[in-house]
T-cell receptor, first 116, second 118 residues
Framework: GAGVSQSPSNKVTEKGKDVELRCDPI?????LYWYRQRLGQGLEFLIY????????KSGLPSDRFSAERTGESVSTLTIQRTQQEDSAVYLC??????????????FGEGSRLTVL | AQKITQTQPGMFVQEKEAVTLDCTYD???????LFWYKQPSSGEMIFLIY??????QNATEGRYSLNFQKARKSANLVISASQLGDSAMYFC???????????????FGKGTTLSVSS
């Protein structure tokens, strides 16, 4: 597709269940990011993948959060044993790494997670 | 570690006036890039403008300009001739590393909500 695609767009789950959120970046974009945005708040960095380098996991808030990326394509963010404070919009973004290019991020529309 | 600070939770401006949104940053890396994004109530993230640490000129894009003061480590966004459609949340962000390189993760400030009235 032309843009970053995220699914599901909305997810309602019960406390304690596991959830998986999917991100399909723009083709050719080697950099992929996950952010969390609570209602009315800023973007909280979670994890950053760049090509074949080890991901920067420094933003993951607890060991209940993990993410994988298959090569330079799809990424999955998994939240285990969800808690109510995990309720947020999870934004995925990708960018092109190219000499002289700014490397601006292109964002998906987000996955809204509600934990009851 | 890199850090981005936006000290204005909310700003109010009349249509057609100019407004400045503040952003300060902290990094020990001489190579870095600064970004501004707009997030309207619809939730989409819209890229506005980029400034590289080695860029000689302040960046401009239409009604948006970046007042880059390297010694003060500030990168304020100036919006000229405000429009009602400018009402949104605005985020400043920074990545360490040179333009065109992968660099570090892009870290965002907490944002400023801009309200434009007629």
């Amino acid at each position: 597709g032309a843009g970053v695609s995220q699914s599901p767009s909305n997810k309602v789950t019960e406390k304690g269940k596991d959830v998986e959120l999917r991100c399909d970046p723009i083709s050719g974009h080697t950099a992929l990011y996950w952010y969390r945005q609570r209602l009315g708040q800023g973007l909280e960095f979670l994890i950053y993948f760049q090509g074949n380098s080890a991901p920067d996991k420094s933003g993951l808030p607890s060991d209940r959060f993990s993410a994988e990326r298959t090569g330079e394509s799809v990424s999955t963010l998994t939240i285990q044993r969800t808690q109510q404070e995990d309720s947020a919009v999870y934004l995925c973004a990708s960018s092109l790494v190219l000499a002289g290019y700014t490397g601006e991020l292109f964002f998906g529309e987000g996955s809204r997670l509600t934990v009851l | 570690a890199q850090k981005i600070t936006q000290t204005q939770p909310g700003m109010f401006v009349q249509e057609k006036e100019a407004v400045t949104l503040d952003c300060t940053y902290d990094t020990s890396d001489p190579s870095y890039g600064l970004f501004w994004y707009k997030q309207p109530s619809s939730g989409e993230m819209i890229f506005l403008i980029y400034q590289g640490s080695y860029d000689q000129q302040n960046a401009t894009e239409g009604r948006y300009s970046l007042n880059f003061q390297k010694a003060r480590k500030s990168a304020n966004l100036v919006i000229s001739a405000s429009q009602l459609g400018d009402s949104a949340m605005y985020f400043c962000a920074m990545r360490e590393g040179e333009r065109g390189q992968a660099g570090t993760a892009l870290i965002f400030g907490k944002g400023t909500t801009l309200s434009v009235s007629s």
